[in-house]
């Protein structure tokens, strides 16, 4: 199938019926929380008029960015960015709206773009940017003599349209661990010790499902959370994956690599797996009650983990090797809608939470890593430890994770609802309703009427 690229303006009433359609994962209404009141530091820099008449800003995430500890609650978040910003700028009041997961807040965006009501400022996620990138027209510029070099040359890269406009702030990059529990480890007669299992995982895939199966047979239990996490560490190393850089073309259902992925993953799956879909009760229930030993952990997954197990287990731990060498998880980036009521104070919001400062205090709440090499010197980074996992030194740990990340696979327009046909079949497997070539197949049939 090929697809032509093109500027659009932005027609979503069918429109937005097929984003919804192609969503994965689980559904959330937010949180429409105004942060309590903390005693943050205020940092030197100044971002907007400290005076004016007052204004209403609404800032819209998903998963755990880090702004504030509305995210987390069970969480101890050292920062609240939201209530510095506010103390700096006394004539704004910020309105938090967090969904729970990023198809959530995907729906949410392509919904409303062109007939309005978004948030006056928008995170967006790496994976379905290359759509946004379709309607770049309808964002705001954010290209400032002021910001230039900030980031990290992919991350401006990513998120330039074709007429050389800035439409996202970068927040942070994913480079990808493994997080595993040691305890579990130990009853499978397996090492335990960061470095140990460092060393037992090193090499490909095939390697760490080899370990998997030793884990399960000595068990009887799952030896990793999902095979939706799983598939993105996989299929992150396949360049290219779902389209054709050269044409637009959809070659996922053609292309060798994507399924004998695929197949590799659902053979390990029968006996590997959990069976639980990422981001919902169970899963999250899983990582106190013992039910996986093993996930794929980019930096921000740090405070999920922390968040939902508190004190119900404290053997957690980060092994310094990714299957296959490197892989990226996430990565998002504010940006403004130009239909917004409060553009340009929007603007001023957007730059202030994603610069180097701001981005050092995001990592210490969450574990998001920074998107742009200053923060990297902050010692709120470079020398940063985790207390919850044993105080692995995650400053370093990460930096060097991010120097195994392969160069980043393409992703055109249809990259999401691709992916997300691709992922519903893995879950349809893992969930015990599909054979895996039954499922494939279905996923074929939905990425073909993608046309």
């Known amino acids: ?20 359609m192609t969503i994965a994962g689980c559904s959330s209404d937010g949180d429409d929380t105004e942060p309590e009141a903390t005693d943050s530091a205020t940092t030197e820099e100044t971002p907007a008029e400290t005076g004016g008449e007052p204004v209403t800003l609404t800032l819209a995430t998903f998963n755990t ?6 995210e987390q609650p069970n969480a101890d978040y050292e920062y609240d960015l939201i209530q510095e910003y506010m103390d700096l700028n006394p004539n704004v009041t910020i309105t938090y709206d967090r969904k729970a997961e990023s198809g959530d807040a995907r729906t949410n965006f392509f919904t409303k773009l062109g007939p309005g009501g978004l948030a006056d400022v928008e995170m967006i996620e790496v994976d379905w940017m290359p759509e946004v990138m379709q309607y770049s027209d309808l964002l705001e510029d954010l290209t400032s003599a002021d910001t230039e070099g900030r980031w990290l040359e992919s991350k401006v890269a ?11 702030a970068g927040t942070d990059v994913g480079p990808e661990a493994i997080c595993y529990r040691a305890s579990l480890f130990e009853e499978a007669g397996l090492p335990s010790t960061p470095d140990e299992v460092a060393t037992l995982l090193d090499g490909d895939w095939a390697n760490f ?24 560490g996989m299929i992150g190393q396949i360049n290219p994956a779902y389209e054709d850089a050269d044409t637009g073309e959809i070659i996922a259902t053609d292309n060798a690599d994507v399924k004998a992925a695929y197949d590799q993953l659902t ?25 996986y ?3 794929l952990c980019p930096p921000w997954m740090l405070g999920v983990i922390e968040g939902n197990v508190g004190d ?67 010692p709120a980074v470079a020398d940063a430890t985790n207390a919850f996992f044993n105080d692995a030194p995650i400053g370093t740990l990460f930096a060097d994770r991010a120097q195994a990340v392969p160069s980043a696979p393409f992703k055109g327009e249809f990259y999401f609802q691709v992916n997300t046909a691709i992922t519903d079949a893995l879950t349809r497997v893992d969930g015990g309703t599909d054979d895996p070539t039954a499922s494939w197949d279905k996923a074929v049939s939905e990425i073909e009427a993608l046309g």
Do not use: C, H
């Open 1 to 20: 199938m090929s697809f032509t690229r093109r500027k659009k303006t932005l027609a979503l009433t069918a429109g937005a019926a097929i984003f919804a």
């Open 65 to 70: 960015p880090g702004y504030n500890s509305v």
């Open 158 to 168: 990513d998120a330039t349209d074709a007429d050389g406009r800035l439409i996202g």
């Open 209 to 232: 499902f080899e370990v998997g199966q030793e884990y399960t047979d000595a068990t009887g239990n799952a030896f990793f959370d999902s095979t939706s996490g799983i598939w993105q």
């Open 267 to 291: 053979a390990a799956a029968e006996t590997q797996s959990t069976g639980f879909q990422q981001w919902t009760e169970d899963w999250n229930a899983g990582m106190s009650n013992g039910d």
């Open 293 to 295: 030993a093993t996930m």
């Open 312 to 378: 119900a287990a404290d053997d957690w731990n980060i092994a310094n090797v990714f299957p296959n060498g490197g892989g990226n998880w996430g990565g998002s980036w504010l940006t403004v809608p130009s239909n917004g009521a409060n553009v340009d104070e929007a603007k001023k919001l957007a730059l202030w939470l994603t610069a180097p400062e701001q981005q050092a205090k995001a990592f210490a709440n969450a574990g998001t890593y920074p998107s742009q090499p200053a923060a990297y010197e902050d």
